[in-house]
């Protein structure tokens, strides 16, 4: 017996002492842990570290926190913060995803801390802060970290997205869920920067209040805020086109271009328009949409408002269910008859088959470029979709709200602050998390220290290398502007001289859209 077990002891042995010997397709491997050695599969965070210092926004937002602990023992801000801030680039979507990232101790010195703390300990931080204190913190972080870059007319797009729920959390209430119906869920009421797809404010509220009035307040606290910053246009879907969120843009003097929705009053203004021979044309620049406008008095609205229709025929194959004479009549009979409605069919020439979007708005610009404004919106549903299934909105969910509040802010934050690195380097485009990452991030990082310098050996894994050192060289360069700048005036702000540098190299793709030759100067 002693001899038959004298292999296990021996491998058991060797993988406890750290060295291991793997027989793979390629030949034999031996395999030897080295627990001791700084590495990090996050090498290249030494240059996003350096965009950070170089703007000096994450010492800020550290020295703001609200966070304090009484015991000497405990983990100072810094490292819950910086903790948070690696594991959400690192592409966690639960508190417990944060382990991965808890070894990295060369992402560690480049952050400036002390080492990672662990996922416990970043819940316990976040539950220790006063709701009243990280309300203010965070909503100015967010703020601060777009405001210098709206210096140019821009558009403001609210929308609000459903975040389900799969426990007992506070606020998981069963409303508005088109995804996932009868599942308990939260809302986060976003307020977007058109075009450069940045979050201003990320509200959470419980799962039925996900209408445009609960975001009333939040969007007037923003527009308040902002002050001589104030967007040139606020757009919005069916969701915001009441008298809630008109009032809040008319007490200000603000333009708005808000979808309606189809109720009774109006299906009776499109039934009236459409006999009226004074629409647009329908061009290629306007992707066949049609236009007319005319003023509108809703029944829950002060007055009427001036409203653009737009039409567009409808010319692909559609299939159309009737229900059959024994139905209409009340009887039991509920087969339908399916009808196809082809391009040489007789239905196509007697009939037209349309789509229509009402829109309400006081901006006066031309009729034929509301349209292309107003789908523009559409953008910011890629936003959506980036910061739900790349970053972490679709998770870092705890029972109290407060705490998911925190963190859903944070995760938007960490998402601006990298989506203007990523700009940084990329000035042409804009790309999301799933290929910035690989590109500007991942990268094999091994650390060697000698004296007092540390040397870090970068190994990309990516077949794009010499784009990513091009990449590199562009953010670079914008850093050695604010440091040359920041030498002949020291107290400036170089978080703005940062953004202004950004914007110079990215103009036209701020701010409202180029306008077309008949679009009006807005009044």
């Not at 793997?22 to 570290?49: C, N, S, Y």
């Not at 088959?353 to 006066?364: F, R």
């Amino acid at each position: 017996m002693g001899e038959a077990n004298e292999p296990k002891k021996t491998a058991l042995a060797q993988a406890s002492e750290g060295a291991m010997v793997v027989d793979t397709m390629g030949g034999r491997v031996h395999v030897r842990w080295d627990e001791t050695a700084q590495a990090t599969p996050h090498g290249q965070i030494v240059f996003f570290a350096e965009f950070l210092a170089t703007a000096g926004v994450f010492d800020r937002w550290v020295q703001d926190c609200p966070l304090h602990y009484s015991s000497p023992n405990a983990s100072r801000p810094r490292e819950v913060l910086g903790t948070l801030m690696l594991g959400i680039l690192a592409g966690s979507k639960r508190y417990a995803h944060i382990a991965g990232v808890r070894g990295d101790a060369v992402a560690a010195k480049a952050l400036g801390l002390r080492g990672m703390v662990s996922e416990d300990s970043v819940r316990r931080a976040l539950a220790a802060m006063v709701p009243a204190a990280s309300e203010p913190w965070m909503r100015s972080a967010l703020m601060a970290s777009v405001r210098e870059a709206l210096d140019r007319p821009w558009v403001l797009d609210i929308d609000a997205t459903i975040k389900p729920l799969y426990g007992h959390q506070e606020g998981a209430e069963i409303g508005y869920n088109p995804h996932k119906p009868g599942r308990p869920s939260h809302v986060l009421h976003t307020f977007w920067v058109g075009n450069l797809r940045l979050v201003l404010d990320a509200v959470l509220s419980s799962g039925k209040q996900h209408t445009s009035g609960h975001a009333k307040a939040a969007m007037a606290r923003l527009l308040d805020e902002l002050g001589s910053a104030a967007p040139a246009l606020v757009r919005g879907d069916c969701g915001y086109g009441n008298e809630d969120i008109i009032d809040v843009c008319e007490q200000r003097d603000l333009r708005y271009l808000l979808r309606l929705r189809k109720t009774a009053n109006v299906k009776r203004l499109i039934e009236r328009l459409f006999r009226r021979e004074d629409w647009t044309r329908a061009t290629e620049a306007s992707q066949g949409w049609q236009a007319i406008e005319d003023e509108l008095r809703l029944s829950g609205w002060s007055k009427a408002r001036r409203v653009v229709v737009l039409r567009r025929r409808i010319k692909n194959d559609i299939a159309i269910t009737a229900k059959n004479a024994a139905n209409k009549r009340g009887q039991k009979d509920t087969n339908e008859q399916l009808v196809l409605a082809l391009p040489h069919d007789e239905v196509q020439d007697n009939a037209q088959v349309w789509e229509y979007t009402v829109l309400a708005t006081n901006a006066q610009y031309d009729i034929a470029a509301i349209g292309q404004l107003y789908r523009d919106r559409c953008d910011c549903e890629n936003g959506f979709d980036e910061l739900k299934n790349q970053w972490g909105w679709g998770g870092f969910t705890t029972q109290d709200m407060h705490r998911s509040q925190v963190t859903a802010r944070a995760v938007a934050l960490v998402y601006n602050w990298w989506s203007w690195y990523v700009r940084a380097a990329n000035p042409q485009a804009r790309r999301e998390a799933l290929t910035s990452r690989p590109l500007l991030l991942a990268a094999v990082g091994r650390a060697a220290s000698s004296g007092n310098q540390t040397t870090l050996y970068l190994t990309p894994m990516h077949a794009e290398a010499s784009l990513i050192k091009s990449m590199i060289a562009n953010v670079h360069a914008a850093i050695q502007h604010v440091k040359a700048a920041a030498e002949q005036l020291p107290k400036l702000d170089r978080w703005r001289v940062l953004l202004a540098y950004i914007c110079q190299r990215i103009v036209g793709q701020i701010g409202l859209p180029t306008p077309p030759p008949t679009l009006a100067a807005p009044g």
